[in-house]
């Protein structure tokens, strides 16, 4: 790596290389999100046996499968931090891992049967899974003391771009599902994925290409410091993965429900699965929203820090899975309830992400030092992991041999909502307990 740049721009001015992350990352996450969107769908309607025929799975097992593969996408990133941090360095991981990605998204692409569904997304999760820590770590990497200041800019663009993505992909994928099938609707995110891969190596004369820690990575970690950083990280993250478990069934268990709804709205008739789209579109007018208007607003009644934030995402999200819990009581009931009832859930999960997961991305990479950055990013990750193997667990368990539910219809619903109240509770008390010199950057008042 001789060749590069090894620190930051000596500058005041946005560093030259966030174009290309940025850029990059609007494409990964249009790839990712585009094949995420519609594999419910995929494995409940057009999943094929070796000889041809349809054999699609159960919807608890689709469910399983769905939360078992976000399981293994977000555990990787543990693996990837660790192999940039010590070992390559951020911009070998990323690029050498992307081309296994994008092997992912070709293999998804050319077999429609239960084998490359599981080598696709194998391959994606340890391509997606070992890149996600390294890219936002890469980001802070580009700036120096002088342009510090900018960095949080930079993290809204970065997370503007990641729902960009997600919104352009979310309404084209499904409609391609519908139209043109598995194999183009696969293939588009797959070719999205070779121009991320593209445009990131396009930039590698613009980057600073910070070198691996090697043996000082594990020197640090296992000092007084390093174990005191983990013990005030690793409760945090058991917290915010209750979150995960309810927030990423938007994908599943909210995709199955919205087939037996009214998808008439707005004068247009959705597909399922393109209701996810709604949640891209509400990031992209919150972000600024809750920045300029909701948390100045809270700010005059009590002082507003990043844990404060997260504890009222986590309420809302309770709040949330009581909006899914109603309408599938309605459905059970045998009223047929419009998907409007469904977006109303998406605004007060919208509302919940943005508060857990757009603060928590800046603050987790706060709490860290320079050549720990991606490893924190990888546990900030994590609890997505843990979320989804909890609620993939929960599905499996629930699923009887016959194919039918043993928590089926609101009580499924009202589990969840239960399981995240009682997590915001101690949340709270938590956040409460253990005050500012815990942790650091904004948390004096805690």
Not at 359 to 381: C, H, R, V
Request: one cysteine or more; glycine letters at 8%.
């Amino acid at each position: 790596m001789t060749e590069y740049r090894q620190a930051p721009e000596d500058t005041e001015r946005m560093p030259s290389g966030v174009p290309f992350i940025v850029g990059n990352e609007l494409a990964e996450r249009f790839s990712y999100y585009g094949m995420k969107t519609i594999l419910v769908v995929f494995m409940t309607h057009h999943l094929r046996s070796a000889a041809g025929s349809l054999a699609p799975m159960s919807d608890d097992e689709a469910k399983a499968a769905f939360h078992l593969f976000a399981a293994s996408a977000y555990a990787f990133p543990l693996l990837g931090a660790i192999a940039a941090d010590v070992f390559f360095g951020k911009y070998r991981v990323i690029m050498a891992l992307s081309l296994v990605y994008c092997a992912g998204h070709l293999a998804l692409a050319l077999d429609e049967t239960r084998l490359g569904l599981m080598l696709g997304l194998g391959l994606i999760a340890v391509g997606a899974g070992g890149i996600k820590p390294c890219v936002s770590a890469h980001v802070g990497d580009q700036f120096g003391p002088r342009n510090e200041p900018l960095l949080e800019r930079v993290f809204s663009w970065f997370y503007f771009a990641i729902n960009l993505g997600a919104l352009v992909s979310t309404l084209l994928t499904p409609w391609l599902l519908e139209h043109y099938g598995s194999r183009v609707a696969f293939g588009v995110p797959g070719a999205l994925m070779i121009l991320a891969t593209l445009v990131f190596w396009l930039g590698r004369n613009r980057f600073a290409h910070i070198p691996p820690a090697g043996k000082r990575f594990v020197t640090d970690l296992v000092s007084r410091d390093g174990l005191a950083l983990l013990g005030r990280i690793l409760p945090l993250v058991l917290f915010i993965s209750m979150f995960w478990s309810l927030y990423d069934q938007n994908g599943s268990a909210w995709v199955l429900q919205a087939e037996h709804m009214d998808l008439h709205f707005l004068g247009q008739d959705w597909l399922p699965s393109q209701v996810q789209a709604v949640n891209a579109v509400l990031v992209l007018v919150f972000i600024p929203l809750f920045t300029y208007a909701v948390y100045p607003a809270i700010s005059k009644v009590f002082p507003l820090t990043p844990l404060r934030k997260i504890a009222i995402g986590f309420f809302l999200m309770v709040l949330t899975f009581l909006v899914s819990a109603y309408i599938e009581q309605q459905l059970s009931r045998g009223v047929r309830m419009n998907i409007g009832w469904q977006i109303l859930a998406y605004v007060v999960l919208t509302a919940s992400e943005v508060m857990v997961y757009g603060t928590g991305l800046s603050f987790f990479y706060e709490q860290a030092p320079n050549d720990m950055k991606s490893l924190i990013m990888g546990l900030f990750l994590l609890a997505v992991s843990i979320g989804n193997l909890f609620t993939s667990l929960v599905n499996m368990f629930i699923e009887n041999a016959d194919g039918t539910s043993k928590l089926s219809g609101a009580s499924y619903y009202l589990f969840f909502a239960g399981l995240m109240f009682l997590s915001s509770v101690a949340f709270t008390f938590y956040a409460t307990r253990y005050r500012g010199h815990r942790f650091v950057q904004g948390e004096a008042s805690t």
